[in-house]
């Protein structure tokens, strides 16, 4: 890689932005408003048509870009409530809490139709100067005599654009990082897939089922629900539509060659989520790759003329507590745009001019929550967690509220005791999962 100044070549803009979702938008919104000249390529009709996910978004870092962001944001609720759900075959046990601040400025989640915020999004950078150009694939990345990106070659009639800085936002397949040599790892056990359908419900009834009022909404995040595929389920309230689905590791599903839209419902049949389900219309089914290594997959970030941000990088954190990659997206956005700008003053976009991006994702939640993370995704989706456990301590809780007169109550102590040694639990597999799961999270 080159680290001298670069030479002037010719260019159509400073900046290209490939691909129209959060990453991208809050990346061409920066270098825009610095007075950069930018294009923002989107290859679906418009930003977030294109797009699926789980549907809960953590926009606090929006605090930076959008004052009061709150006020105007396609929002669909507010999650004021959050869950964790072990469930086996017959049980569920819940862990459940609620916040009022939660619904308040400056908010913690929200629900939202991608479509919607990502439009949103695009528009704030359109309106800083941003050039959107919808329906329009980068097909390859354009390079000069030393290798160094200059821009992209695209499907319009008119191909190729050139710029200062390509900054890749083309999602979890990223053939531009690939093309580009940054990717190392694209093991199918590095990805899982999640598959979602939303149902419409009228806004009371979703409002009587979960407990909530107003614009205050739920997201139970659920471990036991993918059939004997490791991954886990979730369910989350829009205004008058529910969002229930599943995440599943590709190498076991494929092992178990079950159907997705199968595990969704039979999922949909437990009895502890068929109530909140029912009479539910079918309005949407999607499915969409997610990259779930953290550190394992990520790619390097910085090429010359070139950044990689959002799922791209695979910034997105499964770590069954947190579930998040929206606000990483976003936030990598921001701070490839704020490198990109630094670089272009400068006049040096190569890799060395292009390291203070890889400084803001190390000085920031972007990488410090993954390296403090780096090993929750390989416990949260380990056969363990995934099979033997949710029955265990489902067992435990049931024995425990279970009223055996005239026989005495076992204490705790005993069932725990007696379900610790249920097949395939052994005491130096619990020990060791134990000090994995502090070592992760604590």
Same mark, same amino acid.
């Given at each position: ?6 030479v ?10 490939? %691909? ?27 930003? /977030? ?5 789980g549907?809960?978004? $953590? ?14 944001a396609?929002i669909q ?5 959050r ?8 049980? #569920? ?14 908010y ?14 695009? %528009? ?5 100067g941003?050039?959107?150009i919808?329906?329009?694939? #980068? ?7 030393t290798?160094?990106?200059? %821009? ?5 009639p ?16 990223s ?5 580009? @040599? ?10 899982t897939?999640?598959?979602?359908e ?18 205050? @909404?739920?997201?139970?995040e ?5 059939? /004997?595929?490791?991954? /886990? ?17 590709i ?33 949407? $089914?999607?499915a ?9 997959? *990520?790619p ?7 950044l990689?941000?959002?799922?791209? #990088?695979?910034?997105?954190? #499964? ?9 990483f997206?976003?936030?990598?956005g *921001?701070?490839a ?54 029955? *265990? ?5 049931e ?5 055996d ?20 639990l ?5 020990l060791?999962?134990?000090?994995? /799961?502090?070592?992760?999270? @604590?």
């Amino acid at each position: 890689m080159s680290t001298d100044v670069d030479v002037e070549v010719d260019v159509d803009v400073d900046v290209i932005v490939v %691909g129209g979702g959060p990453a991208g938008s809050c990346a061409a919104l920066v270098a825009a408003r610095a007075g950069l000249s930018v294009v923002l390529l989107e290859r679906g009709p418009f930003p /977030g048509s294109k797009n699926m996910y789980g549907g809960v978004v $953590y926009p606090r870092i929006l605090d930076e870009l959008i004052p009061n962001w709150w006020e105007e944001a396609p929002i669909q609720r507010w999650v004021t409530r959050r869950s964790t759900m072990l469930l086996t075959d017959t049980q #569920a046990l819940t862990v459940d809490i609620r916040c009022e601040a939660w619904g308040k400025p400056p908010y913690n989640g929200a629900t939202a139709f991608r479509p919607d915020f990502d439009n949103w999004l695009a %528009g704030h950078a359109q309106a800083a100067g941003a050039q959107l150009i919808t329906s329009t694939t #980068a097909t390859g990345l354009l390079r000069d005599a030393t290798g160094k990106v200059v %821009g992209v070659r695209t499907d319009r009639p008119d191909g190729d654009l050139r710029a200062h800085v390509v900054i890749a936002c083309d999602g979890v397949n990223s053939f531009l990082s690939k093309e580009a @040599g940054l990717y190392e790892h694209s093991d199918a056990k590095h990805f899982t897939l999640g598959v979602k359908e939303t149902l419409a419900l009228p806004k009371d009834v979703i409002d009587e089922r979960f407990g909530v009022r107003g614009r205050d @909404g739920v997201d139970i995040e659920i471990i036991g629900a993918t059939g /004997g595929v490791n991954g /886990g389920g979730f369910l989350y309230t829009n205004l008058d539509t529910i969002a229930v689905g599943v995440v599943l590791k590709i190498n076991k599903l494929g092992a178990q060659q079950q159907r997705p839209e199968q595990i969704i419902a039979n999922l949909k049949k437990h009895p502890a989520i068929a109530p909140l389900v029912q009479d539910g219309e079918l309005k949407e $089914y999607s499915a969409h790759l997610i990259p779930e290594a953290g550190l394992k997959m *990520m790619p390097k970030m910085t090429t010359d003329g070139m950044l990689v941000a959002g799922d791209a #990088a695979a910034l997105c954190l #499964a770590a069954g507590i947190w579930l998040e990659g929206v606000n990483f997206a976003m936030a990598s956005g *921001m701070y490839a745009g704020e490198a990109a700008v630094e670089a272009v003053r400068a006049g040096d976009t190569s890799a060395a001019g292009l390291v203070g991006y890889q400084r803001r994702l190390s000085d920031t939640f972007v990488l410090r929550d993954h390296r403090k993370l780096r090993r929750a995704p390989e416990l949260v989706l380990s056969d363990r967690v995934q099979h033997l456990y949710p029955g *265990m301590v489902a067992n435990v809780a049931e024995r425990m509220f279970r009223v055996d007169n005239p026989a005495p109550k076992p204490g705790v102590r005993r069932i725990f005791n007696q379900e610790r040694t249920r097949p395939g639990l052994r005491r130096r597999d619990l020990l060791r999962d134990g000090w994995a /799961g502090f070592r992760s999270f @604590g």
